[in-house]
């Protein structure tokens, strides 16, 4: 940066999980990988809001169920190179909410499915996927896209 000052955004998200299965939804009219799937809580942590009090917030936004607090468990950190600028992306699993999942935002998600963690659609996007692998696996910590040369 041309101050010298590093700057990362955060983002949280929602791995929910049922019998094996993980809730996606695919992106509509984002214009950021529209037709990908992705978890289907998530977003950019917002000024002034821890990252529970983020993911807590996107659950009710953008599937409308309420997480039970005590039941939230951050289970991954990625440092990810966005090309311009990298990001802090925080995976929560919650094994208790209140209400059922459901397309909240229709105008920016046109389908919300639970798939089998290893059978996952072709259209997932990269850095999902690789978190749901890590996930798997019980990885805590990943560092995603980054270049030979940064």
């Known amino acids: 940066m041309a101050n010298g000052d590093y700057k990362i955004i955060p983002s949280v998200y929602l791995i929910l999980e049922r019998d094996g299965k993980v809730l996606l939804s695919r992106r509509f009219n984002t214009g950021w990988m529209d037709g990908h799937y992705g978890l289907g809580a998530a977003g950019h942590g917002e000024p002034n809001e821890t990252f529970t009090e ?50 909240v935002e229709p105008h920016l998600c046109d389908d919300m499915q639970w798939f ?29 896209n980054w270049p030979e040369e940064v």
């Open 54 to 103: 983020g993911i807590i917030r996107e659950a009710m936004e953008e599937v409308g169920i309420e997480l039970v607090t005590d039941s939230i468990e951050h289970v991954l950190t990625m440092h990810r190179h966005c090309g311009d600028h990298q990001r802090a992306d925080f995976f929560f699993t919650a094994s208790e909410f209140i209400g059922q999942p459901t397309i």
């Open 116 to 144: 089998v963690l290893d059978d996952l659609p072709e259209n997932t996007i990269p850095q999902i996927r690789h978190a749901l692998e890590c996930y798997q696996q019980g990885v805590r910590y990943t560092e995603f």
